[in-house]
């Protein structure tokens, strides 16, 4: 069964930085890439950066280049976000997914398997 469980969400002000974590109970799990995507209020869901397991290929979107990190930790199954200097136009729900293919990371269409997300809200 594949489940993935994101944390890591909060408040926090403009320039400030959280870190997002998503245990991935996935199997095999090294077959797997995974992104991280975001929905804010009003907003269609974008993708925010994703990387292949094995391969740690990785890819962001043009808005979070230079202050947003994906990074994963084999061994403990977890995906990370690092996000710093937040602004509050980065306020949304994010979401982790997975796929089974290294292919269009950037389409959430390409993600068979979703978190049930995690908030993050950017004061001005």
């Known amino acids: 069964q594949v489940q993935l469980e994101e944390s890591g969400g909060g408040l926090v002000q403009a320039g400030g930085s959280l870190t997002l974590s998503c245990v991935a109970f996935?199997?095999?799990?090294?077959?797997?890439?995974m992104g991280w995507f975001r929905q804010a209020p009003g907003k269609e869901r974008e993708f925010v950066a994703a990387?292949?397991?094995?391969?740690?290929?990785?890819s962001y979107a043009q808005s979070v280049k230079g202050r947003f990190t994906i990074s994963r930790d084999a061994f403990k199954k977890t995906l990370y976000l690092s996000m710093n200097n937040l602004q509050p136009e980065d306020t949304a729900v994010y979401f982790c997914?997975?796929?089974?293919?290294?292919?269009?990371?950037?389409?959430?269409?390409?993600?068979?398997?979703w978190g049930q997300g995690t908030q993050v809200t950017v004061s001005s």
């Open positions: 997914a997975a796929t089974t293919t290294t292919l269009a990371l950037e389409d959430g269409e390409t993600y068979d398997y």
């Open positions: 990387i292949t397991w094995n391969l740690g290929v990785l």
């Open positions: 996935l199997r095999p799990f090294g077959s797997f890439a």
